[in-house]
């Protein structure tokens, strides 16, 4: 099987983040599954060029570097903390930017990080329906973990740690599934016999 092109994406804008140590382990997970070539972005690597545009064509080459990135994944693992019980605005922001057609029928996993529990089901009732809206393929586990779960910048929950394990192994399965389907396909196109 040819690699796979899985892409991270974190909104956190401070480093080191909760938010984009979640995205990795999960993209890890997956990496250990699936061949892949994993590619982390966060807000910190877009810059201060992603805010003020209004449109694609206003993005600075570092953001625009990360929504070309996006839509082109094979499958993507997304993140973001909670901002006021909700998505940060600049992950939505990101996303706005994004071609309504690029991600239809894209593994996505999902995942959110908070100061405590109040804001779990945000991953539920604000990112799936926003990949919903995108038509992707979004993992059954989403992920959320609070400031608890967290030690000396690492996962420390065995509960959070199953969780990012059983996304990243769904993740995979989705994305190797749709890798076998297009290569007959592929193969068609290229003319091999
Ligand atoms: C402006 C702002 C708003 C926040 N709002 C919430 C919130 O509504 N609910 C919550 O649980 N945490 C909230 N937090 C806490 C962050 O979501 C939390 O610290 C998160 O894990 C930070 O992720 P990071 O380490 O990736 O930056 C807020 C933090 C900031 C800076």
């Known amino acids: 099987m040819t690699r796979l092109r899985l892409v991270g994406f974190s909104a956190n804008i401070q480093r080191p983040s909760k938010t984009r140590t979640l995205v990795e382990a999960i993209a890890a997970e997956a ?13 910190v690597d877009a810059g201060p060029g ?17 929504v070309e990135a996006v839509e082109e994944a094979d499958a993507l693992v997304v993140g973001t903390p909670v901002y006021k019980g909700a998505y940060t605005g600049l992950f939505k922001h990101l996303f706005d930017l994004v071609s309504p057609e690029a991600l239809a029928g894209k593994p996505v996993a999902l995942a959110a990080t908070g100061g405590g529990s109040r804001h779990a089901l945000v991953v539920e009732h604000s990112l ?3 990949f919903g809206f995108f038509t992707a393929l979004t993992v059954p586990t989403a992920v959320y973990a609070s400031d608890p779960d967290f030690r000396d910048g690492g996962l420390d929950s065995v509960v959070i740690r199953q969780r990012v394990a059983e996304a990243g192994a769904q993740l995979a399965a989705l994305a190797g599934a749709r890798a076998a389907e297009a290569a007959p396909l592929a193969r ?6």
């Open 128 to 130: 799936r329906p926003l």
């Open 188 to 193: 068609v196109a290229g003319g091999a016999r």
């Open 31 to 43: 990496a250990v599954r699936v061949p892949v070539d994993v590619r982390i972005f966060d807000l």
């Open 50 to 66: 992603l805010g003020g545009a209004f449109s694609r064509d206003q993005l600075s080459l570092p953001a625009r570097r990360i």
